[in-house]
């Protein structure tokens, strides 16, 4: 018994490990390559001692001044993407929670159907309209089709959430004079804010990283810091790929650190929502 709980415990150790390579090795490679020099990226077999260089991040301000541009286009839409998609996940799933109907019912599973649709089949449908609303390059675009994109699945998180809330507290609050606004902000808020850094995580992982909206409704203006790093791919010049690692690295930490700070507060939100009854 002892030997097989043993070869379990080893089994999961192993499974975990390989997860761990899997998804870590992608990210090392990326930032050991842009401090490598551009002799030794591909070098076979691979060379894991080296003399770091920050000469790729120098040639990136030198050469690819625009790619700090589209990092502050990404900054400017994934701010605002999280802020209208958090606001609009909190206020529907509040209405989902403490009223019901069939309405309400048929348009929670609607919700559920628009998540499952890829992106890419409402891309060109889409953009005529955009066009015709004159809002083709231009950071609104990107923030509005965000925080669309991730307002169905930020609802019906945030309406496990509030669920949780006793409607006691509403009633009571309902009864002392408050408005529904007023109970929102400072009853429901405090209690469900682990939910809301929880969907703050999501669109902001997804926001900064997005690159098909970016592709077809931007160009110039409000070109994001991915879609620049597509243009370094699709250099006339050819692919300088040291520089190509130091903007992958560049763009990859802010993300990275921003998770790795929320981490606790992510799992502990999810967790909340899922075991609270």
Do not use: C
Not at 32 to 43: G, L, Q, R
Not at 65 to 72: E, H, Q, R, T
């Amino acid at each position: 018994m002892r030997i097989e709980r043993l070869l379990a415990n080893g089994g999961r150790l192993v499974a975990v490990a390989l997860i761990l390579i899997w998804s870590l090795f992608p990210i090392a490679f990326v930032l050991m390559s842009s401090v490598k020099p551009a002799k030794d990226i591909f070098a076979a077999p691979p060379k894991f001692v080296f003399e770091p260089t920050i000469r790729h991040y120098l040639d990136l301000i030198a050469k690819w001044g625009v790619f700090f541009d589209g990092l502050l286009n990404s900054l400017i839409v994934t701010v605002g993407a999280t802020l209208l998609a958090v606001v609009a996940s909190v206020a529907a799933g509040y209405i989902y929670s403490r009223h019901s109907g069939r309405f309400l019912s048929a348009s929670a599973v609607f919700l559920i159907v628009v998540r499952l649709i890829p992106p890419i089949a409402i891309t060109l449908p889409l953009f005529p309209v955009v066009n015709w609303l004159r809002l083709n390059d231009t950071h609104l675009v990107l923030i509005l089709l965000y925080a669309t994109f991730f307002v169905s699945l930020g609802t019906l998180l945030m309406r496990t959430f509030i669920d949780q809330v006793p409607r006691e507290l509403d009633e009571a609050a309902l009864i002392d004079g408050a408005s529904r606004f007023t109970i929102l902000r400072s009853i429901i808020l405090p209690i469900v804010a682990p939910g809301i850094l929880a969907v703050s995580v999501f669109v902001v992982v997804f926001a900064w990283n997005e690159f098909l909206f970016a592709f077809v409704f931007t160009a110039t203006r409000a070109k994001t810091a991915p879609l620049v790093i597509s243009e370094m791919i699709g250099s006339i010049d050819g692919v300088d790929w040291g520089i190509l690692f130091a903007a992958a690295t560049v763009q990859l930490l802010p993300v990275l650190l921003f998770v790795a700070f929320m981490h606790r507060y992510l799992v502990a939100g999810l967790s909340a929502g899922a075991t609270k009854g």
